[in-house]
């Protein structure tokens, strides 16, 4: 909810939603991170959120919470970070 208000109160225009994975999921690990970042967006548009004010940024495998080997699984890694611009 906390996301939504700050777009319905104007302290924000848009959120960019990134999706992130760990280097040892299974499938690419640009989808799993991409329907990360989906399923936030569409959560946030159940709540009331305009879908254009909903942007889907590029998570890199580079920008781990906790860097790792390939293959090695972290959960922290596996995540979704939602940033708020006034643009």
């Given at each position: 909810d906390t996301a939504v208000q700050v777009l319905?109160?104007?302290y924000a225009k848009t959120i960019v939603v990134t999706g992130y994975s760990d280097a040892a999921e299974f499938m690419?690990?640009?989808k799993i991170?991409?329907?990360r970042?989906?399923?936030v967006r569409s959560a946030l548009v159940r709540a009331g959120?305009?879908?254009e004010k909903v942007k889907i940024g590029l998570g890199k495998q580079e920008e781990a919470l906790v860097p790792t080997p390939p293959g090695t699984k972290e959960p922290q890694n596996r995540r979704v970070e939602m940033s708020f611009r006034q643009e």
């Amino acid at each position: 909810d906390t996301a939504v208000q700050v777009l319905a109160r104007g302290y924000a225009k848009t959120i960019v939603v990134t999706g992130y994975s760990d280097a040892a999921e299974f499938m690419d690990d640009a989808k799993i991170a991409d329907a990360r970042a989906f399923s936030v967006r569409s959560a946030l548009v159940r709540a009331g959120t305009a879908v254009e004010k909903v942007k889907i940024g590029l998570g890199k495998q580079e920008e781990a919470l906790v860097p790792t080997p390939p293959g090695t699984k972290e959960p922290q890694n596996r995540r979704v970070e939602m940033s708020f611009r006034q643009e």
